[in-house]
């Protein structure tokens, strides 16, 4: 499988974004707002956001991501709505198994529906011309991306971050990624990661 994703910048090679995944991890308002405003352009018209869940079972952060992006894309004359769809049964963080010694593999993220014939439902939204966009923190493994394309099929992955781990999982072929920093320079007036890091420098990435 492919992996798409949208707007998510180098994890470890860029400045906070690290520091910006945990804050929004753990629920932080100002995180979750500026990644909300950066997010956003990436977000068109007549689209549905679905929030990933985290290994406790339930999307929590990332519904609060969600909702922020989805609030200011309809501020701005956009029909977004938020569709809190899948849960997954409770595991260790995928970051724990990694510290542990042990890869994670596809058994380690048994994810699900909350609702009966989600996956057709996702289909119908589509087919009436609707973009479904699943929001996550960080795609790293591609575990979680695979578990959540069993459930509901093909996705693009609204991110803030990626790494390249994902290249020692045999089951991806492939990260198709949007140019995440094009917009900063087409829009200066968006902060990526507030005032914490006031001089990135974006261009070593590009």
């Known amino acids: 499988m492919k992996l798409f994703v949208m707007g998510a910048f180098p994890y470890f090679d860029v400045p906070s974004v690290r520091e910006t995944c945990h804050a929004i991890k753990n629920g932080d308002a100002e995180a ?12 068109t018209s007549c689209t ?17 991501l969600a909702g922020a992006i989805a609030a200011r894309a309809r501020h701005n004359g956009k029909l977004v709505v938020v569709a809190d769809l899948m849960a997954c049964e409770p595991h260790k963080s995928l970051n724990e198994l990694k510290h542990d010694g042990r890869w994670p593999g596809p058994g380690d993220v048994v994810m699900r529906c909350k609702i009966l014939f989600a996956r057709g439902v996702v289909r119908l939204a589509e087919a009436l011309g609707f973009k479904v966009r ?12 695979e578990a959540c394309y069993k459930v509901i099929g093909p996705h693009y992955i609204l991110a803030v971050g990626r790494t390249e781990n994902w290249r020692r999982n045999p089951d991806i072929r492939e990260m198709v990624t949007t140019p995440a920093i ?3 320079y087409k829009r200066p007036s968006v902060i990526p990661f507030g005032p914490r890091n006031p001089s990135l420098n974006f261009r070593k990435i590009i």
């Open 32 to 43: 979750i707002a500026q990644q909300a405003r950066r997010l956003e352009p990436f977000v």
């Open 48 to 64: 549905i956001l679905i929030p990933v869940p985290g290994h406790m079972g339930r999307a929590i952060a990332m519904r609060d």
């Open 134 to 145: 699943l929001v996550d923190n960080v795609v790293d493994s591609g575990v979680t991306a």
């Open 182 to 184: 094009e917009l900063f």
